[in-house]
């Protein structure tokens, strides 16, 4: 018997190189292409767009999708919801209408996201094997950003478990549902749960530990750092797009360039770079340029946009240019032009973008984030500590300086990064990732969900 995998993913089928959908959907892209060469499994994909994420994938865009990609980026809170419930839909049937191709016996279900993700309890009950793949939790993103912290996701969680016991979870809106019931489901349904990092497991188990009693959901858990890829391009090409992005930004052989890059939404902190080069602009470094590269994100993005275009108003000495989105060649010439990438997310569950930043050899000046926890360390750059938004623009300013100031302890950073992501190669990690989930389908069905 040949193993099947499904591997359902909404936000696949789009140009990622032009098309601002987050680290999750670049993660699925490069694992259904990972894939799609073994020989030994018989892959088919599931997306929302209308085009294959690589040749020769077996690949469907699902009924009622495939439109432009910007309609998808544009979608508001609710509109989103309702997205993610007719790809739930639309998903969950095209298995059920296809059991005879993909029988629960021979089949293994992967979710590369939640909220999105198929009816993972009625496919555990029809007997699937599912593997959930959590690029963020969900409820702890919702306790922080939509409740301010003011509730945390542990207590979150109980609450709507009481609710549910009691039957009156039935009344909680169809959105809110998005957030607990579907998270629900999935730790209780999906036989493996798949996390980038320890800091997310352990949160995990804390919002979900009255569903762990003997010790099952601990067991579910595997904690799987992705790792990194690097594309490779003709380095005449690189050397040329780099020359026409110094002449563009007006840059000179010694500027001081900084790097980000990610969604632009405020769990980003980008707020706070900005703020904290205000500070540094008081300590006489020269020549400093910001690059700051994403596109707002699709929800909360375009206020936090707004926010960060009044911040960087504010500066007088620090240039901040604005790339947009960056994929393919570009990103890797944006790269090249920096001598640091900064990441201050306030929530990160992995960081991706670091990951690909150090492969390209540059340092890293992070945010005390729990995504950074498992990849960080002291010889590839700086992560700062504080304790809220109040400390963080000094602190981060104090860093900038600390490093700046210092060429070669940064050069030796930037080597020390690059030899840290090589060692990190993601492909490695795709498969033992399949190896896996494959093996849960060897005389067995799904798990039952409690």
């Known amino acids: 018997m040949i193993p099947k995998v499904v591997f359902i993913a ?144 542990s207590r979150l969680s109980l609450l709507y478990e009481g609710l549910r016991k009691l039957g009156l979870s039935r009344g909680v ?48 858990i595997t904690i799987h750092p992705w790792g990194v890829w ?3 391009y003709d380095e005449r090409s690189l050397e040329d797009a780099v020359r026409d992005l110094r002449r563009r930004y007006r840059l000179s052989s010694t500027a001081n360039v900084l790097m980000t890059l990610s969604r632009i939404s405020p769990e980003k902190g980008l707020h706070l770079l900005l703020r904290a080069l205000r500070i540094v602009e008081r300590f006489g470094l020269d020549d400093i340029c910001l690059l700051l590269c994403g596109e707002p994100a699709f929800m909360q ?38 001598r640091l990438f900064i990441s201050t997310s306030t929530h990160e569950s992995y960081g991706l973008t670091n990951l690909e930043a150090m492969s390209a050899g540059l340092p890293v000046l992070t945010a005390p984030h729990y995504g950074a926890l498992d990849w960080f360390d002291p010889t590839i750059g700086r992560r700062v500590a504080y304790e809220g938004s109040r400390e963080a623009p000094r602190a981060l300013a104090a860093a900038i300086k600390e490093m700046l100031s ?6 030796a950073m930037g080597r020390a990064a690059r030899e840290k992501a090589a060692a990190m190669p993601f492909d490695k990690s795709a498969q033992a990732l399949l190896d896996s989930a494959v093996a849960l389908v060897s005389g067995r069905g799904g798990v039952v969900p409690a």
Not at 185 to 204: K, N, T, W, Y
Not at 406 to 411: K, Q
């Open 230 to 232: 690097s594309d490779r």
């Open 10 to 153: 909404s936000h696949l089928g789009y140009p990622l190189d032009t098309t601002p959908l987050g680290g999750g959907a670049a993660v699925g892209a490069r694992l259904a292409a990972v894939w799609s060469r073994r020989e030994d499994v018989k892959l088919h994909v599931l997306g929302s767009g209308p085009q294959s994420p690589a040749p020769g994938i077996s690949y469907e865009a699902l009924d009622g999708f495939g439109g432009p990609s910007r309609g998808l980026t544009s979608l508001n809170e609710l509109e989103y919801g309702k997205f993610a419930r007719r790809f739930e839909k639309e998903s969950t049937r095209w298995i059920f209408s296809r059991g005879e191709l993909f029988p629960p016996s021979e089949t293994v279900v992967i979710a590369n996201d939640i909220s999105e993700g198929p009816a993972f309890r009625q496919l555990a009950e029809a007997g699937y094997a599912m593997v959930s793949l959590w690029h963020v939790d969900v409820l702890d993103y919702f306790a922080r950003f939509y409740l301010g912290d003011l509730i945390a996701g």
């Open 173 to 220: 809106p169809d959105v809110l549902k998005l957030v607990f019931e579907k998270e629900r489901d999935a730790v209780s349904s999906c036989a493996r749960l798949v996390l980038p990092s320890r800091a997310m497991g352990e949160r995990i188990l804390s919002a979900y530990g009255f569903m762990d009693k003997d010790r099952t959901l601990s067991r579910k």
């Open 406 to 411: 210092d060429p070669e302890a940064l050069a």
């Open 301 to 338: 993005g375009l206020p936090y946009w707004r926010t960060i275009r009044r911040e960087a108003a504010k500066l007088k000495r620090v240039r901040v240019y604005f790339p947009g989105h960056l994929g393919g060649i570009q990103k890797q010439a944006h790269f090249r032009l920096a």
